[in-house]
């Protein structure tokens, strides 16, 4: 089965909540790898402007993961 994207799994009737968020955590972690950002707070803001419906829990979750 082909990768599917956020937006087309919020769409699926099978929703299940964990992999959605496990893939919208994914989404934030290739974000944050593609651009770097300086520091902890640009990282935060970068992804609060790009997901906007996450909350800061899983945006933490997700800079967490990339800076270990």
Known sequence: M???SYR???CSEELDPTALLD???ADMRRLLAGMEPGSA???L???RD???E???EERVRA???VRH
């Open 8 to 10: 087309q799994f919020m």
């Open 45 to 47: 803001r970068a992804l």
């Open 63 to 65: 800079l967490t993961a």
């Open 41 to 43: 707070a640009s990282a």
């Open 50 to 52: 790009a997901f906007p």
């Open 2 to 4: 082909a990768s599917k």
């Open 54 to 56: 996450a909350s800061l």
């Open 23 to 25: 893939h919208r955590i």
